[in-house]
């Protein structure tokens, strides 16, 4: 009995350790083959050039013009998805009768489990045919459509765990505020959401997470064009999309393109590291408010 | 005088569970009203109707009617929001907004689309000296309302409920969760507020429903078992089972 007590707790001990052992490679992978990238390009080349044209014959290396192209689509759907996620979240909370919360929640939760390259066609090939429609100037790829799609995509992200937070804040506020002649709207917007709002920040940061690093839906409708600019019309390229393009294409092992994707990865990695640390100091804070 | 709030054979009932059995009562205008009785008589459940904040426990309904300056507060007609204006509520546990003293006075206000900053400044300060705070908090305004202690807090929530001007407060045992020179505070407090407002207040404590109220009612599993003057209840009770609660036979 005790040695197989010692061999499950052995086995647990091992699963717990892959993961970070894989973590710690993948980390050491991206450091190794960034390193050797920047022996070749100059950080200051990386971090200030407009340009990023590693596949031709001349070459620039500003991560700018990739890194615009992943906020602009990100900064879109975030721009859909807060407003769309946080008034579910508060129709859920604040509104709907608890059986149709039971049904509407794993209902939205569907929206996070369909393959995200679907996502891309369907921007691909329903909103941006739809959206020329408004608008002349939209090129068949550009950063509006698949931001919009991707906005949809982690609706749920928002949605979910804003509503979480909602459900925390103690129903003694409610009263509180209901006791005063509140409406339900105004106790959701002046006193819940106020008070929800570490929870809320939290889910918006792991929503922005989501979207930088997210890879297909990009790929398919915001073209494979690195370009430093703010206008949604045109096509662009994203961080992710151009990991994909280098690795998918025949770009020879460790010369400087293929090395070009470890100093694009650890950019990406930079960028979602420092949002997750700051939604775990948020998260921190709000744990201790109503102790 | 004409009463401020009447009750007429009041049922409440929590899905089957049947909470209150029929309670008639009257309360004057300007005097403090005490509901004594046991855990789980209904006392609560009747105060909690007046400002119908009964409304959004699942399987609550009732019958019977209540009314409040001559109009059933369960009338079609009825705003409730209009109603809560009218008639504020403290609670038990002293519940600010996780915002500064003076946005939590002026919350009240503000729904009410009022912004005028001189408006709100003027109320917040008249509201703060009547619930006695005033002196404490003059230069912190701006402080958090979650850094007061327990007794500071629950002054603030009664300033809160002052500063929209209602005409009626109620009380669900607000010093029960209070040290004894903090509810000393709140009981002065409920006599200086009298002269202004009708004031109905839950209590677990016989004493203070002794020193504060003119009138008592004494709840037994949901049924009013006597209604009289405070003096009355405490020192010639008609009925067996008030008398068995107030020596503490029960209870």
Known sequence: MKRKERFVEALLAFSGGLTILTTLGILIVLLIESIAFFNEVSIVEFLTDTQWTPLFADKHYGILALVSGTILTSFIAILVALPIGLSIAVYLNEYAHPRMRQIVKPVLEILAAIPTVVYGFFALTVVTPFLQGFIPGLSGFNSLSPGIVMGIMIIPFISSMSEDALYAVPKSLREA????????????????????????????????????????????????????????LVPVQTITTYIVQVSMGDVEQNSIEFRSIFAAGITLFVFTFVLNTISAKVKRKFQHKYE | MSHKLTTQDVHVWYGSFHALKGVTLSVKPNTVTAFIGPSGCGKSTFLRLFNRMNDYIEGFHMGGEIIIDGRNIYGKRILVEELRKEVGMVFQKPNPFPKSIYDNVVYGLQIQGINDKHVLEE??????????????????????????????????????????????????????????????????????????????????NMQQAARISDRTAFFYLGELIEYDKTVNIFTNPKEEKTQSYITGRFG
């Open chain 1, 177 to 232: 505020s209901y006791g005063m002649g509140a409406t339900r709207f105004q106790t959701a917007f002046r006193v819940l959401i106020p008070a929800a709002s570490s929870g809320i920040i939290v889910s918006v940061i792991l929503a922005i997470s989501r979207a930088i690093g997210e890879t297909m839906i990009v790929a398919v409708a915001a073209g494979q064009q690195p370009r430093l600019t703010l206008d949604p």
């Open chain 2, 123 to 204: 109320a917040c300060e008249t509201s703060l000296k009547q619930a006695a705070l005033w002196n404490e908090v003059k230069d912190n305004l701006k402080k958090s309302a979650l850094a007061l202690s327990g007794g500071q807090q629950q002054r603030l929530c009664i300033a809160r409920t002052l500063a929209v001007k209602p005409t009626m407060i109620l009380m669900d045992e607000p010093a029960s969760a209070l040290d004894p020179i903090s509810t000393a505070k709140i009981e002065e407090l409920i006599l200086e507020l009298k002269s202004q407002y009708t004031i109905v207040i839950v209590t677990h």
